[in-house]
């Protein structure tokens, strides 16, 4: 069974920086898309960040250039590096995964993702 657990939220001032881990194990094969995921205080989840064993990395379009998904795989974790935070970047932080040959579509939409974390807070103040 696939589990996830993130650590490293917190809050953290506008232009500020704060990096999320997620451990993950479990995973039958090497073959997985795995990612963040963000939630909003009003329940909007969205995709932020993800990458697959095949060696893809996309973001959502709001984070370019600012967050940074990596994997180490010794570790069997992985992190995302956010960088110049927003107040719009406050959320509960996801790790998901799904067991797959490869990310579908850059992104993929939450309800691909079969696996998840329970979460970490990220709060911004100006």
């Known amino acids: 069974r696939v589990q996830l657990v993130e650590s490293g939220g917190g809050s953290v001032q506008t232009g500020g920086s704060l990096r999320l881990s997620c451990v993950y194990s479990?995973?039958?094969?090497?073959?997985?898309?795995i990612g963040w995921f963000r939630e909003d205080t009003d329940k909007n989840r969205e995709g932020v960040a993800a990458?697959?064993?095949?060696?893809?990395?996309n973001y959502v379009d709001s984070v370019k250039g600012r967050f940074t998904i990596s994997e180490d795989n010794a570790k069997n974790t992985i992190y995302l590096q956010m960088n110049n935070l927003k107040l719009e970047d406050a959320a509960t932080y996801y790790c998901?995964?799904?067991?797959?040959?490869?990310?579908?579509?850059?992104?993929?939409?939450?309800?691909?993702?079969?696996?998840w974390g329970k979460g970490t807070l990220v709060t911004i103040f100006s």
């Open positions: 998901a995964a799904v067991e797959a040959a490869y990310c579908m579509s850059g992104v993929p939409h939450h309800l691909a993702m079969d696996y």
């Open positions: 990458l697959d064993t095949v060696g893809s990395i």
């Open positions: 479990g995973f039958s094969n090497h073959n997985y898309c």
